[in-house]
């Protein structure tokens, strides 16, 4: 069973991991400005689908087609991003005679329509937030669903997802121009105008549970992750399990998101996403047909190999355990590693990594996808890595990950670490007292929050952090640490010892 794996980074290496320790050949694909990354260099064979730019690349379905074809592949692992919650391209693999790694194609198309996935989370007894659950025909008819909701309500485009085509709006003079320009972005950005309403929730928390379903109408949950920090919509920091979440509420959690996934015949790893209010309340916000880059964490908590279950389930293979057999150990965390600059508001930085020695020893995994000399490019997302730790209980996870933040060594581009070692300092993060609304307070104390004459003391005490972080980043090349004469002693010494 040979496996093309339509993707790069480190989800490509890590699905090239589980297949190999499946004993399934792989196949890469990559683009011209991926000639030497790492997941090329581990699969088995590899295949180029054109120039730098993912439109020509790895968003093309005919040159990834034609890839599996000359490699005589049986399978396609789409990966996350590029063409994961595609239709199309799982419907065109079907065709092809390829086992598509994911779900039903019925299943992508359904989740894929906010609209129509609310109507049938609605039906099959899923709480979904207060809102309609029809696109919105007039101005008339949003203005006294507006008024019956009350204000603020969010505008969501149907076709929308992850944060984009929505809109918060506060008070009734704003909701004519807000509905326009969500309804004209959703239909240049999605091709699909259709807007809905619905209730805003104070203060929530992005709570998301890991579902595994078979062709044979099995479906347990993994537990859910806690997601709750994001900047812009990305994800920053994600924990398994959730520190507000019990076995009380985890069961009923889990629960409401396997009969969501049956609700869609769900027959792989998907993931349905929560907002939970503080009252514990919990809604359904979408449900992601796809693996997601923070499955680690749930692996590390559960002992089950996502990757090498969703493979196997693809095949038609059965879930080899029901939901008495899963059970949750212990606390893990992952940091997404990105090649950007938190100090420069986190704009990209691509270019050549000089020097990389990864954290290591016990609790920690690294899901890498770069090496010592490695050109990061700037065509694509800037993840570098995730660095995962596991502990016995959330106080050692966060102990091991401000270690393993400072075991961290990378020069030549900059990263995103130095914002993560502050997060793991910040008193409410430590107490997991946060909301979707923690990332941009956090950044706003970090610079300004200050009285004008404690501004340039506070100046002054950044730029000695910084500082004082970039000289413990500097790298000391082994050459550089002793000199040539000393070396030669040692040598002479070793050499006078032997005689
Ligand atoms: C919301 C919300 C509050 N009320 N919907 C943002 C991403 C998209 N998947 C849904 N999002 C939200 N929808 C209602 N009715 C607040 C957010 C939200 C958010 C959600 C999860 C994680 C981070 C967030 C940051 C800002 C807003």
């Not at 559960?302 to 990757?307: E, L, N, P, Q, R």
């Not at 020695?357 to 993840?383: A, F, K, Q, S």
């Not at 995962?388 to 106080?395: D, M, T």
């Amino acid at each position: 069973m040979k496996i093309l794996i339509a993707n790069r980074g480190e989800v490509a290496v890590r699905i090239i991991r589980a297949c190999k320790e499946l004993g399934y050949p792989t196949v890469a694909i990559y683009s011209d400005a991926d000639r030497s990354a790492l997941h090329v260099l581990y699969s088995d064979q590899a295949f180029p689908v054109g120039p730098a730019p993912s439109s020509e690349s790895y968003l093309s379905v005919d040159r990834i087609l034609a890839a599996a074809r000359a490699s005589g592949s049986d399978a396609v692992h789409p990966g996350y991003g590029f063409l994961a919650e595609n239709a199309g391209f799982a419907d065109a693999c079907r065709a092809a005679g390829l086992v598509f790694i994911g779900p039903s194609t019925d299943a992508i198309r359904a989740m894929g329509s906010k609209i129509e996935s609310r109507r049938m989370m609605r039906t099959a007894g899923v709480p979904i937030v207060p809102g309609l659950e029809s696109p919105i025909e007039s101005f008339e008819q949003l203005e006294s669903c507006a008024e019956q909701i009350g204000f603020p309500v969010m505008l969501k485009a149907s076709a929308g997802g992850g944060g984009k085509g929505m809109r918060l709006v506060h008070k009734f003079e704003d909701l004519r121009s807000s509905f326009e320009r969500v309804s004209s972005e959703a239909a240049s950005f999605f091709g699909d105008s259709a807007v809905y309403v619905e209730k805003v929730l104070a203060s929530p928390r992005h709570i998301e549970v890991q579902i595994l379903g078979d062709q044979h109408g099995n479906v347990i949950h993994l537990g859910e992750r806690e997601c709750t920090l994001q900047r812009r919509h990305q994800k920053v920091v994600e924990e398994c399990p959730s520190p507000v979440v019990g076995p009380e509420l985890r069961a009923r959690l889990g629960e409401t998101a396997v009969l969501a996934a049956r609700a869609v015949n769900y027959d792989s790893v998907g993931t349905v996403e929560f907002l939970m209010a503080p009252d514990e309340s919990f809604y359904f916000l979408e449900m992601n047909t796809r693996l997601q880059v923070e499955h680690p964490v749930t692996e590390e908590v559960t002992g089950i190999d996502i990757v090498k279950e969703q493979i196997r389930i693809a095949h038609g293979e059965r879930l080899g355990r029901d939901q008495g057999d899963v059970t949750f150990s212990g606390h893990a965390i992952e940091c997404r590693i990105y090649a950007e600059n938190p100090f420069r508001n986190f704009a990209p930085s691509p270019g050549r990594i000089r020097f990389l020695t990864l954290p290591e020893g016990p609790g920690v995994r690294n899901d890498n996808g770069v090496y010592p000399g490695y050109e990061v490019p700037i065509h694509y997302d800037p993840m570098l890595s995730k660095l995962i730790v596991y502990g016995a209980s959330r106080e050692e996870a966060i102990a091991r990950m401000r270690r393993a933040l400072a075991e961290y060594r990378i020069d030549g581009i900059e990263t995103s670490i130095p914002f993560f070692t502050a997060i793991f300092e910040n008193e409410n993060f430590l107490r997991a007292e946060f909301d979707t609304g923690f990332i941009d307070r956090f950044l706003g104390e970090l610079t300004a929050d200050v009285s004008v004459e404690d501004r340039h003391t506070q100046a002054a005490v950044a730029a000695a952090a910084i500082l004082s972080f970039e000289e413990s980043q500097k790298v000391r090349f082994p050459e550089e640490r002793d000199s040539r004469w000393k070396r030669a002693g040692r040598a002479e010494g070793l050499t006078r010892h032997h005689q």
